[in-house]
Each structure stands twice: as structure tokens, then as C-alpha cells.
């Protein structure tokens, strides 16, 4: 009989064979959580909010564990679903396949705004490929 941990959280699957929508990228919760891109790297940030809304926009990587962007402020209430590479190279193989209904956000991290700048919301998007 196998054993649970009650203090890890469930593990939700990224997408299911069901899923109306995906998003293709280095999810969080998949690849892209484990190994990161390097420190200041150009990538394409895969946002998702509580109404599981998705919004990709140029960013990178800040420190250890955080992205920044110039498109999003603290308070927007966003969350990093998952990254791509901004030149196209994907470092770490295929991609995620990510629903972003199932993502869990409590369990992803934030964007940060660059120091002094003052986001609109669609300055830094990208059109989805």
C-alpha cells in the first residue's frame, strides 16, 4: 500500500486528453519549474489569473526563482504558467503541454515589475503564435 505525504499537495496533471485549450511552453509545475533559463535571458512569459486568462509577454529572469517583465505590475494579479525562449530555442527538449484551467496558482509564482515603470497592459505582449 503506498504511502501519501498530507503535507505535499496533490499533484494536478499539467493537461488532460479532454483539455479545450493548451498552452505549449516550459510550465512551472513541469520542465520549466526544475531547470530555469539563464539569469537576464529573453523569454516569453506564459501568464495565467484567477479567471484563467492567458497572457504571454516579454520578460526574463530576475533571480533565482523570479521573472520580471515590463508589462505587468505586482497587484495584477497574474502568475507564471510556464516560459519559452523569446529566439524561438528550447533548451530543455519539447514543451510542456499546460491547460491553463488546471494550473494551480497558488503553487506559481508572480511576475515582478521592472523598478520605475509603469505598466499598461498590453505593452509588452506578444500575439500567440
Known sequence: MQQTNPI?????????????RIERCYAMLGKGGGE?????ARIELV???DARDVW???GFR???ARFASDAVDRDGGWRVLGWRMADGTRPLGDYDVVDPDLA????LPCPDPLPGFAPSHDGGSIDPV
Do not use: C, K, T
Open 104 to 107: 494551480q496558482l497558488e503553487q
Open 47 to 49: 501568464l495565467v489569473d
Open 36 to 40: 530555469l533559463p539563464l539569469r537576464s
Open 56 to 58: 504571454n509577454v516579454l
Open 8 to 20: 505535499s499537495p496533490r499533484r494536478v496533471p499539467l493537461a488532460v486528453a479532454g483539455s479545450r
Open 62 to 64: 530576475a533571480e533565482p
